[in-house]
């Protein structure tokens, strides 16, 4: 394709040519300029996720970025950034689509002890290996936009406690009218009181309340499937945790929160008939980082917690999930990156119908070596299978291989 080319000479003098060339050297005033500019092709031997009809194909992404970044001492920072991919599909022409990526952030901290931080990220995409809870998995130009920001406020007492409180907006909108019966508005409240017991851990008691709507499904003029008020989806998610945070200066550093979840539904029973399951689940949130160091590191996430369903015969899911990540830096310019994860989803199914588990799998790994500070290039593999125990939902099922490489420039 002559657009490859034509990106392929552009990092060749980009690579050989000034040598005043460097990372981070672009300032306007306090503002920091990062440009940016990438260029990824994979191939992957099952671009729709079908487990009868694989089609293989090479895909190319060029990905230009631009970030603005302000900072003052550690109180005060800002940034804002975008970035856009383009992706051509080889053979299948008619998939080709566009993302684009908006993200800002704001935070303030007083040297009195309260701090304040915002964030908000806003995505505009058709995606089909990125869709909310797997909805329509695969299939291509599904286009959508989410939107999702939020607030934190915390303050720390003269004693060892402190107070965080959380506020979160995220939203969901499809463009076809067949897709938005999951149309989502979600608002998500937390509260958290935590005790610092030792210099750099701390045990913390926490509420998370969700209060989850779907604004089509309130009149069945809106939807495709004829939900109405009386059996939309629409809910309050409530979960409790008590945990340790991990402050960032320690070695090990991130947080353990074990609770429980229950999800109080507006309606008693689905457009199908199905009954909304209420009974408190147990809820788990790990996230570790552990630098054994400064060559090595370790990644550590386990999630428990239940799901809105996209399926029209279940109302939610239970995700049981592990990921494990190793991070290497290896002789010179080079380092080195594994990851393995794996996920059961236990789906509640109507009456009659067979219980329904899907085991995902995970693995991959890249090698990536520094041309210079500022201009990197990586090969990757990764390997993704979906098994289901329900044979109406065996068309879900897929193996799928990717194999990638990739050459970043970040000015």
């Known amino acids: 394709m002559r657009y490859t080319v034509w990106i392929g000479c552009l990092f060749a003098v980009l690579a050989f040519g000034s040598p005043a060339w460097a990372q981070g050297n672009i300032y306007l005033g306090n503002v920091h300029l990062m440009p940016s500019l990438e260029y990824e092709i994979e191939h992957t031997d099952n671009i729709f996720l079908d487990h009868i009809n694989e089609e293989s194909d090479v895909?190319?992404?060029?990905?230009?970025?631009?970030?603005?970044?302000?900072?003052r001492g550690?109180?005060?920072?800002?940034?804002?950034?975008?970035?856009a991919d383009i992706v051509r599909y080889s053979d299948f022409g008619s998939n080709d689509y566009e993302e684009h990526r908006l993200e800002g952030e704001f935070q303030y901290a007083s040297p009195s002890g309260w701090y304040v931080r915002f964030e908000d990220r806003f995505v505009d995409t058709e995606d089909p290996y990125s869709t909310i809870d797997n909805f329509r998995l695969g299939v291509p130009r599904i286009k959508r936009w989410t939107n999702q920001g939020t607030l934190r406020l915390g303050y720390k007492l003269p004693s060892r406690f402190s107070v965080h409180a959380a506020y979160q907006s995220f939203i969901v909108q499809y463009d076809a009218f067949r897709d938005q019966w999951r149309d989502r508005r979600d608002q998500v409240y937390e509260g958290r009181v935590m005790y610092r017991f030792w210099p750099k851990t701390s045990v913390f008691v926490m509420y998370r309340l969700s209060d989850i709507n779907y604004p089509e499904q309130d009149d069945p003029a809106d939807n495709s499937l004829g939900i109405d008020s009386r059996t939309s989806q629409d809910n309050l998610y409530h979960q409790i945790f008590t945990g340790l945070y991990f402050s960032p200066a320690a070695k090990l550093k991130g947080e353990i929160k074990v609770g429980v979840g229950r999800k109080d539904y507006n309606n008693e029973r689905n457009w199908q008939?199905?009954?909304?399951d209420e009974a408190?689940?147990?809820?788990?949130?790990?996230?570790?980082?552990?630098?054994?160091?400064?060559?090595?590191?370790f990644d550590l996430t386990l999630l428990r917690s239940t799901y809105e369903?996209?399926?029209?015969?279940?109302?939610?899911y239970s995700r049981n999930a592990a990921y494990f990540t190793w991070h290497q830096k290896l002789i010179g310019s080079f380092s080195f990156q594994a990851d393995i994860g794996y996920a059961?989803?236990?789906?509640?199914?109507?009456?009659?119908?067979?219980?329904?588990?899907?085991?995902?799998?995970?693995?991959?790994?890249?090698?990536?070596?520094?041309?210079r500070d500022w201009l990197h290039t990586s090969l990757s593999y990764r390997y993704e299978e979906r098994d289901t125990s329900d044979e109406l939902f065996r068309n879900e099922d897929y193996v799928n291989n990717l194999f990638m490489w990739s050459i970043k420039a970040e000015l």
């Open 273 to 276: 008939d199905v009954a909304y």
């Open 309 to 316: 369903s996209v399926d029209i015969d279940t109302s939610s």
């Open 74 to 83: 550690e109180e005060r920072y800002a940034s804002l950034s975008y970035q």
């Open 59 to 71: 895909l190319h992404t060029i990905t230009p970025g631009l970030q603005l970044e302000y900072q």
């Open 344 to 371: 059961l989803e236990d789906y509640e199914t109507r009456a009659g119908l067979a219980d329904r588990d899907d085991d995902i799998y995970e693995l991959g790994g890249k090698i990536t070596y520094a041309i």
């Open 280 to 297: 408190w689940e147990p809820s788990l949130e790990v996230e570790l980082n552990y630098l054994m160091s400064e060559k090595t590191e």
